[in-house]
């Protein structure tokens, strides 16, 4: 019992010797180059995780953002179509829809749909504004359960209806034909010169939607699935889009939807619908992490250099310490230490930072926004006379109509934040381990005839 008690109390005296003498060389004042190399460690490692992670919480919340809006409007959780590519009548639909609701209560909404690329036009008597338009025919009751698709798809004029002739258009197309809830767009069905020439049917625009992606309100329609009677001689239905209370048990659900329907049908994942879309949003994001991860390369290739200098002026004091009798661990875990405590730091630092400003970013650049107009104005104001006619214009850094996203939407991933700063560090501490390493394998008489 005394034995292990005695090794206890070596064991915490060893370690507060070690960090008795690492302070003492982190505070050493009398060699000013040391300092100022650990604070430029320091801030090289803090400033650059924190925009790392201000960097890749913007990445994530854009990319969260739009493949939100490309599953919930244009896609669905899982897709059902037939392997034989052929369409499903309106009665096999409704077979379908009721066995789907009674077998799983985690479905929101089964929404069959048809898409179309199609022609329409504008009469205006004088002129005829022609567009092609991709249009998507879906069942307007289904699509009043799923609470996604109705969360982004906002009508701001007109209303939400889908009858027989009815069609939405988003706005930036209302404004590009001049058109506004009320009037009239001219349908043709197929993309052809007969259909180019002909008048074409006419639908009301029922309401004029939003839903914050360009993609959808410059370029798509919505009408009835029913509407394809008139438009098209028949009512033809390529999928079915399945919206889940919950998305998180979707691989099992698919799994057993499959079982359910059979070997006939073909049931996809959003990711899947989708593939090329994810793939290219993921591999951006990679080669983001993999810039910043050269950047924290050089990083650890200046700690090693400097903590390199460091142990250069350093070398006597190293045979001082072994001379009293410290070990090679000794010598290893004092100016590990070092390396440790200023990586930690620089990490918590910088992923404090990283924080404050992903959650406040909007209001920085309001604030920038503010300081660099005035100085712009300030300078008009100096120069007016020797510069007639200088005008600046009011600069922007957040530009809305370029964007197409009215904010900026934030996505700060905590464990993925935690996974990088752990990597900074065990990079900062193995880049400074190396020179540690072989300064404590010199034998005092060596260091000293050195």
């Known amino acids: 019992m005394n034995y292990k008690k005695e090794n206890i109390k070596k064991t915490i005296d060893t370690l507060k010797f070690r ?13 000013n180059r040391g300092s100022l190399i650990f604070i430029s460690l320091f801030l090289g490692l803090s400033i650059g995780l924190s925009v790392m992670i201000v960097v890749i919480s913007i990445m994530n919340g854009f990319q969260d953002n739009h493949i939100s809006k490309r599953v919930e ?18 009665s096999e639909i409704a077979d379908m829809k009721k066995s789907l609701y009674e077998k799983f209560e985690q479905i ?3 929404v069959p749909y048809s898409d179309r690329e199609i022609i329409f036009q504008v009469d205006r008597n004088i002129f005829q504004e022609i567009q092609i338009l991709k249009l998507r025919a879906l069942d307007p ?4 359960k799923d609470s996604r698709f109705n969360k982004y798809f906002r009508i701001v004029n007109g209303k939400f209806q889908l009858g027989e002739y009815d069609i939405l258009i988003g706005e930036p ?34 309401g004029i939607f939003e839903t914050g992606s360009y993609d959808y309100d410059r370029y798509w329609g919505f009408i009835s699935i029913y509407s394809l009677l008139p438009l098209t001689g028949k009512i033809s239905i390529d999928n079915v889009g399945i919206k889940l209370k919950n998305r998180s048990a979707q691989k099992y659900i698919i799994r057993d939807i499959k079982g359910f329907l059979g070997d006939g049908y073909r049931v996809l994942s959003a990711e899947e619908m989708n593939k090329g879309y994810f793939a290219a949003l993921k591999l951006e994001k990679v080669m983001i992490i993999f810039l910043f ?4 390369i050089m990083v650890s290739l200046n700690t090693y250099g400097a903590l390199k200098l460091s142990l250069a002026e350093k070398k006597r004091d190293i045979s001082i310490l072994k001379a009293i009798g410290a070990s090679p661990e000794d010598i290893n875990m004092i100016f590990t230490l070092e390396s440790v405590i200023i990586g930690f730091l620089g990490c918590f630092f910088g992923v404090v930072l990283g924080f404050f400003i992903g959650a406040n970013v909007s209001n920085i650049f309001v604030i920038l926004e503010k300081i660099i107009n005035v100085s712009l104005a300030y300078i008009e104001y100096l120069l007016e006379f020797a510069v007639p006619g200088l ?6 850094i957040y530009d809305t109509s370029i964007y197409y996203q009215t904010s900026f939407v934030i996505k700060i991933g ?37």
């Open 19 to 31: 960090l008795f003498v690492a302070k003492r060389y982190m505070n050493d004042r009398s060699r």
């Open 73 to 90: 409007i244009g896609s669905s959780h899982i897709n059902i179509s037939k392997k034989d590519d052929k369409s499903f009548t309106v």
């Open 108 to 110: 929101e909404s089964v």
């Open 141 to 144: 009751d289904e699509i009043a």
């Open 173 to 206: 197309l209302s404004e590009r034909v001049t058109v506004r809830g009320g009037d009239e767009l001219l349908l043709s069905p197929d993309i052809s010169l007969r259909s180019y020439k002909s008048k074409g049917i006419p639908f009301n625009i029922s």
């Open 293 to 296: 991860m050269i950047i924290f």
């Open 391 to 396: 005008s600046f214009q009011p600069v922007v």
């Open 414 to 450: 905590f464990f993925e934040t935690l996974s990088i700063a752990f990597v900074v560090l065990l990079m900062t501490v193995t880049s400074a381990f190396i020179p540690v390493f072989r300064a404590s394998k010199l034998k005092p008489n060596e260091i000293l005839r050195a």
